[in-house]
């Protein structure tokens, strides 16, 4: 059975608000580079540990960025370059989010 939707819901779907991609896109870069470069300081200032072989290491698992952020490390300099890759990678994540979410809307409308 069939709902018939009333002029109260179809001018809710019809108001449904669009992103704008620029403005998500710059939202999103800022905070996952401010998330990288607060995380990598953090755990600078907060220091590392002595493994087995007597190496000193600081924030092995947050190390593994490197494996995809050339040039990263943790480090107050790699702090620098993180927030520009999480800049950048947060950027295209937003802007393709509000994309792909402003095309269901006007899809639907």
Do not use: C
């Not at 190496?55 to 947050?62: D, E, F, M, N, S």
């Amino acid at each position: 059975m069939a709902k018939i939707i009333d002029s109260g819901d179809e001018k809710l779907f019809k108001g449904a608000l669009l992103f704008n991609a620029k403005t998500l896109g710059l939202v999103f870069g800022l905070l996952f580079g401010l998330v990288i470069f607060i995380a990598t300081n953090w755990l600078v200032i907060k220091g590392g540990h002595i493994n087995e072989s007597g190496g000193y290491v600081v924030g092995p698992h947050l190390q593994l960025l490197s494996q995809f952020f050339i040039g990263y490390r943790v480090s107050f300099f790699g702090s620098i370059i993180g927030f520009g890759y999480g800049f950048a990678v947060g950027t295209f994540a937003g802007a393709l989010f509000a994309g792909i979410y402003n095309k269901i809307v006007e899809f639907r409308n």
